[in-house]
T-cell receptor, first 113, second 116 residues
Framework: NAGVTQTPKFRILKIGQSMTLQCAQD?????MYWYRQDPGMGLKLIYY???????DKGEVPNGYNVSRSTTEDFPLRLELAAPSQTSVYFC????????????FGDGTRLSIL | AQTVTQSQPEMSVQEAETVTLSCTYD???????LFWYKQPPSRQMILVIR??????QNATENRFSVNFQKAAKSFSLKISDSQLGDAAMYFC?????????????FGKGTKLSVKP
């Protein structure tokens, strides 16, 4: 199993550009999450989804949008990229909540210049 | 809102020795879950160990064990017989028992170095 796959692994954007970070999981998990990790910090929740067609904001949603048209895919859209969005982005999924572990992708390092 | 605090930005241990990483958290909930994740330089997030708050017995996974003190809201990680491959960032994380989100709330992490 591939688990959680994120693309791209690295990207440099110019201020004001837009892009989509892709996330796909092949474990048939209902729950999917996008986190961002700033230097020296833990991960913070951007958006989450409890199933296809259902998404909601996390702690730091401003400047981002998501969609969940299928169980497998959960793309994160950056509109009008800003330097403050320079970060490492992680996608994660889990079958249920509770003590079920979240499976993480390898992350996308994004720089906005 | 729940918070997780890791008060040790960096720790160092000699190979084969034991080290303890500290974590405290704040919550008004009585049921919840706690996790330790390891993040090596490869950037992967790897689950090390998990603990259910309703269980009094401390979780163990091979060389990794926790000291869970519910009243003190403390959840420390002990690594025994440290190995070079244990060098990484370690994140403590909290998750509510119920609710629709199921997201993890992370501390800022502790960078562990292992000296040969």
């Amino acid at each position: 199993n591939a688990g959680v796959t994120q693309t791209p692994k690295f990207r440099i954007l110019k201020i004001g550009q837009s892009m989509t970070l892709q996330c796909a999981q092949d474990m048939n998990h209902n729950y999917m999450y996008w986190y961002r990790q700033d230097p020296g910090m833990g991960l913070k929740l951007i958006y989450y989804s409890v199933g296809a067609g259902i998404t909601d904001k996390g702690e730091v949603p401003n400047g981002y949008n998501v969609s969940r048209s299928t169980t497998e895919d959960f793309p994160l859209r950056l509109e009008l990229a800003a330097p403050s969005q320079t970060s490492v982005y992680f996608c994660a999924s889990s079958h249920q909540t509770g003590n079920q572990p979240q499976h993480f992708g390898d992350g996308t390092r994004l720089s906005i210049l | 809102a729940q918070t997780v605090t890791q008060s040790q930005p960096e720790m160092s241990v000699q190979e084969a020795e034991t080290v303890t990483l500290s974590c405290t958290y704040d919550t008004s909930e009585s049921d919840y879950y706690l996790f330790w994740y390891k993040q090596p330089p490869s950037r992967q997030m790897i689950l090390v160990i998990r603990q259910e708050a309703y269980k009094q017995q401390n979780a163990t996974e091979n060389r990794f064990s926790v000291n869970f003190q519910k009243a003190a809201k403390s959840f420390s990680l002990k690594i025994s017989d440290s190995q070079l491959g244990d060098a990484a960032m370690y994140f403590c994380a909290y998750r509510n028992y119920g609710g629709s989100q199921g997201n993890l709330i992370f501390g800022k992490g502790t960078k562990l170095s292992v000296k040969p």
